[in-house]
């Protein structure tokens, strides 16, 4: 599993911010775990988080608001995805395998939440106040969710 990382929106109609010079997708393997992780950008901006769980782990096939205990994430654990689910942003959510690399059943949480930025959104009245999540925040949270998603395959806590 490598770094990787994709530019490929066009947020000329955003003004400028800490996503101008960011990636819009980034996936690597998480250093204490070693379990994949995988940031995706919303076509409105904000960025999602996501940790790829193997097959056999207490998450698996969960639906988000089935993991118990629910994960300590930014705002909380708001989607999980099979590793073949088809959607309207399936592009941003494919990852690239390396031969070998198992299947994954993703857990992610999102940054568009109340008080959370979204770039294409910030030049509307009122969203002044909102704080916008960088990659490296975003980065931060998925390792802490790589951390609780090891912690609960150990413990063998169930979904």
Not at 20 to 41: F, V, Y
Not at 65 to 86: I, N, Q, S, Y
């Amino acid at each position: 599993m490598q770094v990787l990382t994709w530019t490929y929106m066009d947020k000329t109609g955003w003004g400028a911010g800490a996503w101008s010079g960011e990636p819009d997708k980034k996936q690597w393997p998480d250093p204490a775990t070693g379990l994949p992780c995988l940031i995706t950008r919303n076509p409105l901006g904000h960025l999602h988080g996501w940790v790829g769980v193997p097959e056999g782990h207490p998450w698996h096939g969960a639906a988000a608001d089935a993991v118990d205990p629910p994960p300590e994430v930014h705002g909380h654990l708001t989607e999980t995805r099979p590793p073949e689910a088809k959607g309207p942003y399936q592009w941003a959510m494919d990852y690239q395998h390396d031969e070998g690399d198992p299947d994954v059943w993703w857990v992610g949480f999102d940054c568009g939440h109340l008080h959370d930025l979204a770039p294409a959104m910030q030049q509307l009245e009122g969203l002044s106040r909102r704080t916008y999540r960088d990659l490296a925040y975003v980065e931060k949270h998925c390792g802490w969710l790589a951390y609780q998603a090891a912690a609960a395959a150990t413990r063998g806590v169930t979904a």
